[in-house]
C-alpha cells in the first residue's frame, strides 16, 4: 500500500514528506507508548501514534520508521516537525481514533507487526 | 570486560533533564554507523540501544558521558553517569519494573522496558551501580555476526 493510498484511507493531512508519497508502506503499528515502540518494532513500519512530542520523531528515526501517522487530530510539536522534515520522515494526521485509523488500514490488508524471535532476523 | 581497537572513538556528554537535546547523541551516532557500509539491522540494534540508554541518563541522572568506539568487529558504547543509581540491578532488569514519574510516562516512557530492551539489542552487556553515585553500561554489539549470542 503507497503513502497516497494511506492518505486516502485515513482522510490524512501530510504535514511533510510529499517527496515519499508513491512510497510502498508493507506494514504498521500503533501505540502511545515509545517504550513498546523501541521494544517491538521493525524498521519500515509506518507508526501511528497520539503521542505528539518531540521524542515520537526521535523513536521513528531511531527505529527507521517509514512514517508517522498522529491519530486523534494530534499535531506533533514545532521541533518535532523540523526534525522530521531533516530526517526526512513522512507526517501524516488524521482525525481518526487510533483503534480507528488502525483498523481502516488492517481491513484494507495493511499488516501489522508480529513478535520478533530473532533480534538479528 | 569489554574493550575493542577502536578506529573511531568519540565521547559525549548528556544532561540530565535536558529532553529537547534528548537522543541526539543516539541519532549521531546512528548517521556515523550509516556512512561506514555496517549492516542496517546492526544499525538499527545499536541506535535502539543507544538511545534507551540515553534516555535513561536523561530522566534518571544527573549528567553522563557516553564513549562510543568502532573497531573493526565490534561497536562500543559504554555510559558513565552520576546520580542516584540502581540499587536492585535484578529487579531493574525485569520487565515491566520501572520507578518512572508520571510525567516520563506521560512522554512515551518509563514502561520498564529500557534495560532490557538493551540488553536484548545487545550482543554484550554489563551493568553496575552505585547507589547515590551513578550507574556504568556497557554495550557490544559483533559486526562479525557469528560472534553473536
Same mark, same amino acid.
Given at each position: ?12 493531512? #501530510? ?9 510502498? !508502506? ?20 509506518? #507508526? ?21 501517522? =498522529? ?9 518535532? !516537525? ?16 487510533? =483503534?480507528?485509523?488502525?483498523? #481502516?488500514?488492517?481491513?484494507?490488508? #495493511?499488516?501489522?507487526? =508480529? ?7 | ?8 572513538? /568519540? ?18 551516532? @546512528?548517521?556515523?554507523? /550509516? ?27 544527573? @549528567? ?13 558504547? @559504554? ?71
Amino acid at each position: 500500500m503507497t503513502l497516497k493510498e494511506i492518505v486516502h484511507i485515513l482522510q490524512a493531512e #501530510l504535514v511533510c514528506g510529499k517527496s515519499h508519497i508513491n512510497d510502498e !508502506i508493507e506494514f504498521a503499528g500503533g501505540s502511545d507508548l515509545m517504550s513498546d515502540v523501541l521494544a517491538f518494532a521493525k524498521p519500515g513500519i509506518l #507508526l501511528l501514534t497520539g503521542l505528539s512530542n518531540l521524542q515520537s520523531v526521535r523513536t521513528a528515526d531511531i527505529i527507521g520508521a517509514k512514517g508517522i501517522v =498522529y491519530v486523534r487530530g494530534k499535531k506533533p510539536d514545532p521541533e518535532g !516537525i523540523k526534525l522530521a522534515k531533516k530526517k526526512d520522515i513522512p507526517i501524516l494526521l488524521t482525525d481518526y481514533m487510533m =483503534y480507528t485509523a488502525c483498523g #481502516l488500514l488492517y481491513s484494507q490488508h #495493511l499488516p501489522g507487526v =508480529y513478535p520478533v524471535t530473532d533480534k538479528k532476523s | 570486560m569489554i574493550e575493542n581497537e577502536a578506529v573511531l572513538a /568519540q565521547q559525549f556528554e548528556i544532561q540530565g533533564r535536558d529532553f529537547n537535546h534528548a537522543g541526539n547523541i543516539s541519532t549521531t551516532i @546512528k548517521e556515523i554507523l /550509516q556512512e561506514t557500509g555496517i549492516p542496517p539491522s546492526i544499525i538499527i540494534r545499536t541506535a535502539i540501544a543507544t538511545y534507551e540508554a540515553e534516555m535513561n541518563v536523561v530522566m534518571y541522572a544527573d @549528567k553522563g558521558t557516553l564513549y562510543f568506539s568502532l573497531a573493526p568487529d565490534s561497536i562500543r558504547i @559504554k555510559i558513565d553517569d552520576r546520580g542516584t543509581g540502581i540499587k536492585n540491578i535484578s529487579l531493574a532488569m525485569k520487565e515491566g519494573y520501572s520507578t518512572a514519574t508520571n510525567e516520563y510516562r506521560e512522554m512515551g516512557f518509563g514502561a520498564g522496558m529500557g534495560l532490557p530492551n538493551i540488553k536484548k539489542n545487545a550482543d554484550k552487556f554489563k551493568i553496575s551501580s552505585c547507589p547515590g553515585k551513578g550507574t556504568t553500561l556497557e554495550i557490544l554489539f559483533f559486526l562479525n555476526n557469528s560472534e553473536g549470542q
